[in-house]
């Protein structure tokens, strides 16, 4: 018996560009006998411009755990999205930049045929990234639990109060300060929020947790790296005179009380990218950023490279 195969499409269907280079991979996986799958958010739009044929819904018609793989159509928010929408699953998601920068994207829009018919040949290579496990405790009760990928911010609510917080480290004070917000990233945000902010650029191989102070009011507000075993705090004073609010991956939002502690430390489930062209991250870095390398000679012989 012929097992279906299901691939997750998602999409900001609300852009005429994404829009059809949905239609074009659900054609595209419909011609190749392979169910297409959406979020229900996306539905109508996809249903309206691809036609009729196989379509499934997902939550509604198939589960995550069903999913062999997700096709993501746009930048690194999209691919939030999808992370978001895939949490939990071994499906791996593969990306097609249609952004501007596209860290987490691996093929560009003019690929998209060739990204397609690889993912379809299972012609591809997994690379796992670590998340986030994020609590907010006020006193000893859990009142919130998420998860992110690329950082989780502690943020004041309100532009004309600053935040009064204590960041720690393992469960001991590092230093109190006045703050626009504090950032905890995996390697994968040190190219997006704490890159903003004047944090390090983490190579993503590396296992670690970077916490980045925002227009911190203290003489030592250093962004800082730790450990994957390491636990990273950020607690709002309760002589604060603004509001916080934590945000995950610019997509989850909670309201922090005063008093509240948020924790994060690394996450047992991470994200899973299929990979197409795997090589150094250093070249990303380079194409992404249009960094200037004129001049460079490189090792002079095989042996001297790295050195």
Same mark, same amino acid.
């Given at each position: 018996?012929?097992?279906?195969?299901?691939?997750?499409?998602?999409?900001?269907?609300?852009?005429?560009?994404?829009?059809?280079?949905?239609?074009?991979?659900?054609?595209?996986?419909?011609?190749?006998?392979?169910?297409?799958?959406?979020?229900?958010?996306?539905?109508?739009?996809?249903?309206?411009?691809?036609?009729?044929?196989?379509?499934?819904?997902?939550?509604?018609?198939?589960?995550?755990?069903?999913?062999?793989?997700?096709?993501?159509?746009?930048?690194?928010?999209?691919?939030?999205?999808?992370?978001?929408?895939?949490?939990?699953?071994?499906?791996?998601?593969?990306?097609?930049?249609?952004?501007?920068?596209?860290?987490?994207?691996?093929?560009?829009?003019?690929?998209?045929?060739?990204?397609?018919?690889?993912?379809?040949?299972?012609?591809?290579?997994?690379?796992?990234?670590?998340?986030?496990?994020?609590?907010?405790?006020?006193?000893?009760?859990?009142?919130?639990?998420?998860?992110?990928?690329?950082?989780?911010?502690?943020?004041?609510?309100?532009?004309?109060?600053?935040?009064?917080?204590?960041?720690?480290?393992?469960?001991?004070?590092?230093?109190?300060?006045?703050?626009?917000?504090?950032?905890?990233?995996? $390697? @994968? /945000?040190?190219?997006?929020? =704490?890159?903003?902010?004047?944090? &390090? *650029?983490?190579?993503?191989? !590396?296992?670690?947790?970077?916490?980045?102070?925002?227009?911190?009011?203290?003489?030592?507000?250093?962004?800082?790296?730790?450990?994957?075993?390491?636990?990273?705090?950020?607690?709002?004073?309760?002589?604060?005179?603004?509001?916080?609010?934590?945000?995950?991956?610019?997509?989850?939002?909670?309201?922090? $009380? @005063? /008093?509240?502690?948020?924790? =994060?430390?690394?996450?047992?489930? &991470? *994200?899973?990218?299929?990979? !197409?062209?795997?090589?150094?991250?250093?070249?990303?870095?380079?194409?992404?950023?249009?960094?200037?390398?004129?001049?460079?000679?490189?090792?002079?012989?095989?042996?001297?490279?790295?050195?």
């Amino acid at each position: 018996m012929v097992t279906e195969r299901h691939f997750l499409v998602v999409a900001h269907t609300g852009r005429d560009e994404s829009l059809a280079a949905a239609v074009e991979v659900v054609n595209l996986l419909r011609a190749a006998g392979v169910v297409p799958v959406v979020d229900a958010e996306s539905l109508d739009d996809l249903r309206a411009a691809a036609g009729d044929g196989a379509l499934l819904v997902l939550g509604r018609d198939i589960g995550v755990g069903d999913l062999e793989l997700v096709i993501v159509l746009g930048g690194d928010g999209t691919i939030l999205r999808a992370a978001e929408l895939a949490r939990g699953c071994s499906a791996p998601l593969l990306g097609v930049n249609l952004g501007h920068v596209g860290f987490l994207a691996e093929s560009e829009r003019d690929d998209l045929s060739s990204a397609v018919a690889r993912a379809l040949d299972r012609d591809y290579l997994v690379e796992e990234r670590m998340t986030l496990s994020v609590r907010v405790k006020l006193g000893t009760e859990v009142i919130y639990e998420t998860w992110a990928l690329n950082e989780a911010t502690v943020e004041k609510a309100s532009r004309e109060r600053m935040l009064e917080v204590v960041i720690e480290v393992d469960g001991r004070p590092l230093s109190s300060f006045g703050c626009d917000g504090v950032v905890m990233s995996t $390697p @994968t /945000g040190s190219t997006a929020y =704490a890159f903003s902010a004047g944090g &390090p *650029v983490v190579w993503p191989s !590396l296992d670690a947790l970077l916490l980045v102070p925002l227009s911190a009011h203290a003489l030592f507000a250093r962004p800082i790296v730790v450990g994957p075993g390491s636990s990273l705090a950020v607690e709002v004073l309760d002589r604060t005179q603004g509001v916080g609010v934590l945000w995950c991956d610019g997509r989850r939002a909670f309201d922090l $009380p @005063t /008093g509240a502690r948020v924790v =994060a430390r690394r996450s047992s489930t &991470p *994200v899973r990218l299929a990979r !197409l062209h795997p090589g150094p991250f250093t070249d990303r870095l380079v194409n992404k950023f249009a960094l200037p390398v004129h001049g460079w000679r490189g090792p002079i012989d095989e042996e001297a490279r790295g050195t």
